[in-house]
Every structure is written in C-alpha cells, then in structure tokens.
C-alpha cells in the first residue's frame, strides 16, 4: 500500500493508507483547465455550457462493439505508463 504522498524516506502510518495514487499526467490540468476544454466541446457541438464542474471527472465512454475500446485503453495506459 502506498498513501503516493510522502516525500521520499518518509514514513507514515500504514493505518493512513488506502491504496496507491497515480501522479497527475499534466500537473497545469486543474479544474478551470478542464471547463475551459469542456465549454469548447459544448460549443462546438451546440450545447449550453456548464456553469460549473459537478464533483469530479466522472465519464463514460459509450461505443459500439467491436470498435477498438478495450485496444485503445489499453494502448493509452502502455503509452501513459511508458511517458
């Protein structure tokens, strides 16, 4: 188990931990990043654009079978994990 915020050396109750954190892909990726990035899509497609974020990213990919999802996830973790 690794709580993914202690700095190097630095150990913490095992009690604190709850599983391993994965480091930010784009540390600048911050909550106004992705509204702005989300109100480009609602414009580009004619939709009204949010006002705020609702809690946090929560998104569901939804395509046909047979169309490469389970290829392209996997290809996309490779890729993140060898960057």
Known sequence: MDAGRAAAGELQNVN?????DNSSIVPELDDRAVLENIHAVQRRYGLEPSE???GRYNLTIEMETGVGKTYTYI???YKLNKR
């Open 75 to 77: 290809k996309t973790m």
């Open 52 to 54: 705020k974020l609702e």
């Open 16 to 20: 604190d931990m709850n599983g391993f």
